[in-house]
């Protein structure tokens, strides 16, 4: 690991200190009108300490917690000196890419070595973490008065289906700190042009792909993740799937090769052959972000965070241009976004005192007030746009900070995730690892025109029946 990854503690130097001290000695002389208008800012951990809770109960504790390297967690780790003066509890912070979080966090919990005492969590890996009681259910920490303070912490207010997908049968296994909603991104400006308006059904989708489709002149119609990988091309399929009515299930068995899952594939592969770029087959989600920030793509589906990429006015040639709509009603007359969200678990292998100060490390990330410091009231240009509260997304602080993201952002994405939302977008299930790459590498199969829909479908119904039997 290298130095970058490790993120510790920052230490005031022994003359700030005194400065302080002396400062704050000051103060005090001149009385208390001056000394609470002086030390207003310093006063930055009286939100916390309003919850009815000894935040101090776990001090001396030492813990590890594993993170992509992404601004939203950025952010949280500028916080850290904020936790750990709350606490007393000392936090080392690792960051991994995310193509190996998962791979680390699964050998961490399966050899019960507690090097993390929590990370953040793929919601998908939830089922095998549970399967194998490698981590702790949580409502038994929400309904313990001394670790958390129901009314302040207010879980109820983090977004349901955010909360159902880091739950199974019902108990809570995770706790979500950023997360993300599928939308229809479109440019505005050529969509009034030819007197367009934002799909509400696939067929309208098509239709206003082929109304724009103009490749001689690099202009392509629409974008969808391609990419072979179980949160790339597996990240849209299922939505697809989905909204034609697929069903994972049939008499209990995980079947991926219904009617209705053809019909789905047939419909990815034939609008991306017709209206994408060549290339998207092999695209994710950045790539599509940039061509459509440079231009060159009038529409795509994926997460609303890809919002940061298309606003930045030193990359984007398309700021001011752009507008939202939720995901399309599919044949179905569903529409179906994802539940992404990355969530903190605790580590079942933890002494209960590390548990204890994981817990209070989870609820902090997870406040209200962390969130928003996390977000609008954040110093740098980094806002996150992924937080976890519906009151948050409500608030005028934040629709302020979201005003340059373009129109209908904040409705577009908060009506998704009230309404459009569906927990088992995809099949929740331990063997998910496997099944999420099997069916990535079919759908791809068929994106590149290697196998038609079906085939490639069946083929993957083969490994998947193996993989299911264990």
């Known amino acids: 690991m290298s130095k970058q990854d490790r993120i510790g503690p920052v230490r005031p130097s022994r003359r700030r200190v005194m400065q302080q001290g002396a400062a704050l000695s000051a103060a005090g002389m001149l009385g208390a009108p001056f000394a609470s208008s002086a030390f207003a800012q310093g006063d930055e951990l009286a939100p916390y300490r309003s919850a009815k809770i000894d935040w101090k109960q776990a001090a001396g504790q030492e813990i590890t917690v594993a993170v992509i390297p992404a601004s939203y967690f950025e952010n949280l780790i500028s916080l850290q000196p904020q936790f750990e003066a709350l606490t007393g509890v000392k936090v080392r912070f690792e960051k991994v890419p995310p193509g190996q979080i ?210 930045n006015p030193e990359k984007s040639k398309v700021v001011g241009k752009i507008a939202y709509a939720r995901w399309p009603k599919g044949p179905s007359g569903k529409r179906v976004t994802s539940i992404w969200n990355w969530g903190f678990p605790i580590n079942a292998a933890l002494s209960d005192k590390a548990k204890a100060a994981t817990w209070l490390f989870i609820t902090w990330a997870a406040s209200a007030e962390t969130q928003a410091r996390t977000s609008w009231k954040f110093a740098g240009p980094a806002k996150r746009s992924g937080i976890n509260r519906v009151s948050l997304w409500k608030s005028p602080e934040f629709a302020a900070a979201m005003k340059g993201a ?65």
């Open 102 to 311: 998962r791979q680390k966090a699964v050998l961490d919990l399966s050899s019960k070595t507690a090097t993390y005492a929590t990370h953040a969590a793929d919601p998908m890996y939830f089922p095998l973490y549970v399967a194998n009681k490698w981590v702790d259910p949580l409502d038994r920490y929400l309904g313990d008065a001394k670790l958390t303070d129901r009314a302040w912490f207010n879980y109820d207010d983090i977004i349901k289906a955010w909360r159902e997908a880091d739950s199974v049968d019902g108990k809570p296994y995770g706790i979500p700190y950023d997360g993300e909603v599928t939308v229809q991104v479109y440019r505005k400006d050529l969509y009034d042009a030819k007197g367009l308006k934002a799909a509400d059904t696939l067929e309208q989708l098509v239709a206003n792909a082929k109304a724009l489709n103009d490749p001689g002149n690099r202009m392509y119609g629409l974008a969808l993740r391609g990419f072979a990988g179980a949160g790339q091309n597996m990240y849209i399929y299922p939505s697809i799937f989905r909204s034609f009515g697929g069903q994972w299930f049939k008499d209990k068995v995980l079947t991926v090769n219904s009617p209705e899952a053809v019909a789905a594939l047939t419909w990815y592969v034939d609008t991306l052959s017709a209206y994408a770029p060549p290339a998207v087959r092999n695209w994710n989600w950045p790539d599509i972000a940039d061509a459509f920030s440079q231009g060159t793509v009038a529409a795509y589906i994926d997460a609303h965070s890809s919002a940061a990429v298309i606003t």
């Open 406 to 470: 373009g129109d209908n952002f904040i409705p577009a994405a908060l009506e998704s995730l009230e309404h459009d939302t569906d927990v088992d977008w995809r099949p929740r299930v331990p063997q998910w690892p496997a099944i999420g790459d099997t069916m990535a590498t079919a759908v791809q199969a068929a994106l590149v025109g290697q196998k038609k829909p079906k085939e490639a479908l069946d083929e993957a119904q083969a490994r998947i029946a193996q993989i299911m039997k264990g």
